[in-house]
C-alpha cells in the first residue's frame, strides 16, 4: 500500500524524489531484480559469517569487522578498473561477466 501511495505522490508534486516512469520502466525493473537477486543472499551470508566470526571463532566485535573489510577493499580497487572498461565494452557484457564470477 505504501508504494503505491508513494507513485501517486510522486506524480503529483513538482520535484518528485524520482522520476515516477522510471518505476515503470522494464529494464530499470529488471537490473534492480537482478542486483537483489544477485547481492541478496551475499548480505544474508555476511551477516551469517559476523556471527560465525564471534561466536564460533571467538573474534571481536572489531576483529570481525576489519576481517571482513577487505572484501570491500577489493571492491574498491576493482571498481576504478572497471569504470574504465565500461568505456570500451557495453555495460551489460561487464554486469553479466561479473554474475557470472562470482557464480
Known sequence: MGVVIFVWLQRRVE???????????????????TSLVNYGPGIFTIFLLTLYLQNI?????????LLLCVQSIFIAIFSLSVGKLMESMRPRHIAALGMALTE
Open 57 to 65: 571463532r571467538g573474534l571481536s566485535p572489531g576483529e570481525s569487522g
Open 15 to 33: 520535484n518528485p524524489l524520482i522520476d515516477p516512469e522510471l518505476l515503470f520502466d522494464r529494464v530499470y525493473i529488471l537490473n534492480n531484480l
